[in-house]
Each structure stands twice: as C-alpha cells, then as structure tokens.
C-alpha cells in the first residue's frame, strides 16, 4: 500500500468544511479591507529565500525543499508567502497602477521539519500584505483585521496577541552589540544551534523555544531599551490607535520574528490550547523586504495565518461544521421519482441536500442522515403523496411537522428549522 509522504497529509471530507468555512470567511473580510486575490506559483528560485530570510536563518539552512531543477538552476519549494508576494508586486511592477498594493493570498507552504500535531511538512497559510507606505494606522488596521478575523471564527477567546517592536537600522545595531555581551556571559548554558547564532544572528537566540534557553535568556537585554526615539514614537502610536479600535493586546518585549526582513511593528495571536505550538498566526512590518530581493524602496507590512492550527482549536471548541442543509428520504419507486425532481429544484435553489438511491427502510435513511449531521430529514412516502406533503423531522429537537409538497413552502421551512 503507497501512503502518503511523511508530514503531508490528507483533508478528509469530514474536515473540509471547517477549512471551507475559515477560507470563506476570511476571503469575506481581506475583501471588505480592500485587499485583492493575487496567486502565486509554489517554486521560486531559490535566492528569493535567500536574500529575504537570511541565508543564517533555520528555515534556509535546514528546512528548505531545494533542488536543482532539469535545467541546473536551484529552485526551492515556498517556505512562506511574503518573499513571493513581494516578488510578485515588483515583478509585475504593480505599484504603477496602484501606489498602496494590498493583496491576499491562499495556499501551501513547504519546509522539511518534525511533525508533530500543528506542524506539518507541507502546511497552509492565509496570506496577507500591504505595499506603499510606511504608517502606524497602516499597521494598526493590519492587526485590526487579523484580530476581527478570530473574532469572526468565535476564537477570541482562546488567543492572545502579543506585540513588540524590534527597532530599526539607527537603533538595533545598538541593541545587538549589547545582547552580544549578554550572550558571552552565557554561551555555556545554550544550546549548540544558540552558541552558534551568536556569531551569525544573536537576535535569533531570543526565538529559541528549547526550556534551557529560554530559562537562560529571562535576563537578556529587551529591545524596548533601546529603541531609538522615532521607533518608540512609532510603536507608542500604533498602540494608541489599537486601544481607539477596542483591540485588545499584550506587550512582549521578547518577541522576535525568526526572519531577517522584520523591522519595527511584530506581532504575534498565541495560544495555551496547542502544547508547543502556541503561535497561530503572526506577522509583522518589514521595510527593507522589497530591496533586498532588487525592488524599489518600498515599505510593506503583513501576516500568515497557520491553517491546521487555526482548525484544531475551531475543533477544541466544539466547531462541528454542517456541509448539508437536509437529507431527503424516500420510501418506495413512486417516491423516489418525486423526489428526484424535488431534489433537484431545491438543490438549484441553494439547499444542500442528500437523497437516497437505494431500497432502504425508514430507520437505516435516518441512521445515514444522523452520521451526516443533517439539521432537518424530509420524509417522502407513498402516504404523504396520496396527501400532496412530506414529512419535515428536524434532528436536533426529535420533532416532526407537516408541509405541503410545494418548493416555496418547503424550503421557507427547512430554512426556518434548520439554520440557525
């Protein structure tokens, strides 16, 4: 038997429909916030990650798909959306018909790391980033929508966004050599991948997640020291604007993104419900981004939103996702064929339904219905043609109703009784 590769998976028809209703309804809201749909091709070249994630980053040096395609050119599966995105927007010069680009974008990501329960070798993000200008309230609404997108989800409640702010070219040079200093007095308590960042990127020794680090690092110095006057101005504004839209937030002076192209604003929607895993969505600003990979001097600020880890917590609580509105069941050749042609008008006019084509009593149509989670079950049978109605049951309350066997009525009825 050929399985699937290891950390990739299947979405399972009973799963679809949460990951329907988390892509549908952040499509609704990034399109409301006047961002549009830009897709983009899984390969890149390979210095697109390079040159935006920093060759000394983990997701480069260790977790990258990369192969040397037919031709001898080096091509690497996307690890993430923002490089590409990015790539996009100066490629296709889109700031000419529109100085602020703001786009979304669906879809896989790949990087070859354990898996474990929210983390898988390939994995899905929703993709948000906006182009042309450097602002607080930019930033502001940015976060503002990943806010209301888990409000919307009814998960407000099981996250936390946590923000910082990691400086500038003025200010962070100045914040680094002090945390170099820090880190000579503790190479011993690290981890061998932290005593080598130190030389590399010592910034990145804050984002490790092994205990004995991070027990370690509760005496470093925090960028928040050191911010120069502009970045506190900067970050004090964005906050001000959050607090006006009733955004509620937590300061994490220690919060750092693991990719070298953030600057400035950084957040974070964490949980307590998913173990390790604790980061759902996170994003950030990143001023430098569009040079690096050979734009223009363009600022850009945005997010990812982890699609598995936001379905296992809509599934702690207790999310269970309806795909269909009714299940029509038909006992007897006469009944079925009336009910074919009143499937089919219902169907048509938007009521999701299913209708048996075997022999089947009564009790076994009501089994399949109840492991289909069906609201409402339309009871169709010889009696109630001789009657010109149909049985309407609905499965949550035990309760049966009379309606007539009229679209119009019918389905003014399953509406009424099944959704809420």
């Given at each position: 038997m050929i399985r699937a590769v290891k950390g990739f998976r299947d979405v399972l028809p009973e799963e679809a429909p949460l990951w329907r209703r988390v892509e549908e309804t952040?499509?609704?809201?990034?399109?409301?916030?006047?961002?549009?749909?830009?897709?983009?091709?899984?390969?890149?070249?390979?210095e697109l990650f390079e040159r935006s994630l920093g060759i000394t980053s983990d997701i480069v040096e260790k977790e990258m798909y990369t192969f040397k395609?037919?031709?001898?050119?080096?091509?690497?599966?996307?690890?993430?959306?923002?490089?590409?995105?990015?790539?996009?927007?100066?490629?296709?010069?889109?700031?000419?018909?529109?100085?602020?680009?703001?786009y979304y974008y669906f879809g896989p990501m790949f990087r070859h790391e354990r898996p474990q329960a929210g983390r898988l070798r390939q994995f899905h993000q929703l993709d948000v980033e906006a182009f042309g200008y450097m602002s607080p309230s930019l930033d502001a609404e940015?976060?503002?929508?990943?806010?209301?997108?888990?409000?919307?989800?009814?998960?407000?409640?099981?996250?936390?966004?946590?923000?910082?702010?990691?400086?500038?070219?003025?200010?962070?040079?100045?914040?680094?050599?002090?945390?170099?200093?820090?880190?000579?007095?503790?190479?011993?308590?690290?981890?061998?991948?932290?005593?080598?960042?130190?030389?590399?990127?010592?910034?990145?020794?804050?984002?490790?997640k092994?205990?004995?680090?991070?027990?370690?690092?509760?005496?470093?110095?925090?960028?928040?020291?050191?911010?120069?006057?502009?970045?506190?101005?900067?970050?004090?504004?964005?906050?001000?604007?959050?607090?006006?839209?009733?955004?509620?937030?937590s300061l994490n002076p220690r919060l750092v993104r693991g990719l070298d192209y953030?600057?400035?604003?950084?957040?974070?929607?964490?949980?307590?419900?998913?173990?390790?895993?604790?980061?759902?969505?996170?994003?950030?600003?990143?001023?430098?981004?569009?040079?690096?990979?050979?734009?223009?001097?363009?600022?850009?600020?945005?997010?990812?939103?982890?699609?598995e880890r936001t379905i296992l917590l809509l599934e702690k609580g207790g999310e269970v996702p309806r795909s269909l509105d009714c299940y029509l069941a038909v006992l007897g050749p006469s009944a079925l064929k009336v009910g074919m042609k009143l499937a089919q008008g219902l169907r048509e006019r938007g009521i999701r339904l299913e209708i048996t084509h075997e022999e089947k009593s009564l009790k076994a149509q009501l089994r399949r219905a109840s492991k289909l989670k069906v609201p409402i079950v339309l009871i169709l049978g010889e009696e109630e043609l001789k009657k010109g109605g149909i049985i309407v049951r609905n499965m949550d309350e035990g309760t049966q109703t009379w309606c007539p066997l009229e679209e119009d009525r019918l389905i003014a009825h399953v509406k009424r009784e099944g959704r809420p």
């Open positions: 952040a499509r609704d809201l990034f399109e409301a916030y006047g961002y549009s749909e830009l897709r983009i091709p899984v390969l890149e070249k390979t395609d037919k031709g001898g050119e080096s091509v690497t599966l996307r690890p993430e959306a923002t490089a590409s995105m990015a790539r996009a927007y100066i490629e296709h010069a889109l700031y000419h018909s529109d100085p602020v680009g703001k940015v976060i503002a929508l990943l806010s209301t997108l888990y409000r919307r989800l009814h998960l407000s409640q099981l996250t936390t966004l946590e923000i910082n702010s990691l400086g500038c070219k003025e200010c962070r040079p100045v914040f680094r050599d002090c945390l170099l200093q820090f880190l000579e007095k503790v190479r011993g308590g690290l981890c061998p991948d932290c005593q080598s960042r130190i030389e590399r990127n010592p910034l990145r020794v804050l984002d490790c092994r205990e004995g680090c991070r027990r370690v690092m509760e005496e470093a110095p925090v960028i928040s020291q050191y911010l120069c006057p502009s970045c506190q101005e900067y970050q004090e504004e964005v906050l001000l604007l959050l607090e006006d839209l009733g955004i509620p937030y953030y600057t400035r604003t950084v957040f974070e929607l964490v949980t307590p419900h998913l173990g390790a895993q604790n980061a759902v969505a996170a994003g950030g600003r990143y001023d430098d981004l569009l040079q690096q990979i050979g734009g223009r001097d363009i600022p850009g600020i945005g997010f990812a939103v982890g699609m």
